[in-house]
């Protein structure tokens, strides 16, 4: 049964402390990506990866890590830097980063700041 | 900077009816557009891909037009259906796959 598996489905976080967000795929896909999506906003990229052990800032990189140590594996810390992190993150894998493939979605976590 | 504004925010239609959601970018020089569906609290489905050198793809009871030059898309759901009820989503690829999102419609079908 393939896909893209995200957990926690759902998390709560004190103010300063680091949480992780997982996600793993078995499409084996060499692409990998993380969005964050705000009520009424549409999503924005956070990192993406095109390789193991290679990774590039998205649109809003701050506050956040990321590591790519296996290809099915693409973890999001979200810091104790990053301001106002409450909201739902979605990972997303493709079979590569050519222009003509399209992007699968895990099912999301909602991070809450407590 | 690409930007992609869809209209309109929300929509609720009677079941039964064809309807158009509108998508338009900024910026034309694009690899190509998808259209997403999400529903509440879930992640998104992908419902159609257009590259940038086709003008429309079909599947089932959708059909999604590109005028890559005008900077916009349709969504056509024929037939609409309680289940087609939704956010949907449209996204375009400039490059390196960084997809650059809508903030979505709002579909809400009545039996």
């Known amino acids: 049964d393939g896909g893209i598996t995200q957990s926690p489905k759902y998390l709560f976080r004190k103010e300063g402390q680091n949480v992780t967000l997982s996600c793993e795929q078995n499409?084996?896909?060499?692409?990998m990506y993380w969005y964050r999506q705000d009520p009424g906003q549409g999503l924005r990229l956070i990192y993406y990866?095109?390789?193991?052990?290679?990774?590039q800032k998205g649109d809003i990189a701050e506050g956040y890590s990321v590591s790519r140590e296996k290809k099915e594996s693409f973890p999001l810390t979200v810091t104790s830097a990053q301001k106002n992190p409450t909201a739902f993150y979605l990972c997303?894998?493709?079979?590569?980063?050519?222009?003509?493939?399209?992007?699968?979605f895990g099912p999301g976590t909602r991070l809450t700041v407590l | 900077k690409q930007e992609v504004t869809q209209i309109p925010a929300a929509l609720s239609v009677p079941e039964g009816e064809n309807l158009v959601l509108n998508c338009s970018f900024t910026?034309?020089?694009?690899?190509?557009l998808q259209w997403f569906r999400q529903d509440p609290g879930k992640g998104l489905t992908s419902l159609l891909l257009?590259?940038?050198?086709?003008r429309e793809q079909t599947s089932g009871r959708l059909n999604a037009s590109l005028d890559k030059s005008s900077g916009r898309s349709t969504l056509y759901i024929a037939a609409s259906q309680p289940g087609d009820s939704a956010t949907y989503l449209c996204a375009v690829n400039g490059g390196f796959q960084k997809l650059v999102f809508g903030t979505g419609t709002r579909l809400l079908v009545s039996p």
């Open positions: 990866s095109q390789i193991v052990n290679d990774f």
């Open positions: 910026d034309s020089a694009i690899y190509n």
């Open positions: 499409l084996n896909h060499d692409a």
């Open positions: 997303a894998s493709s079979i590569l980063a050519g222009e003509g493939d399209t992007q699968y």
């Open positions: 257009i590259q940038s050198s086709q």
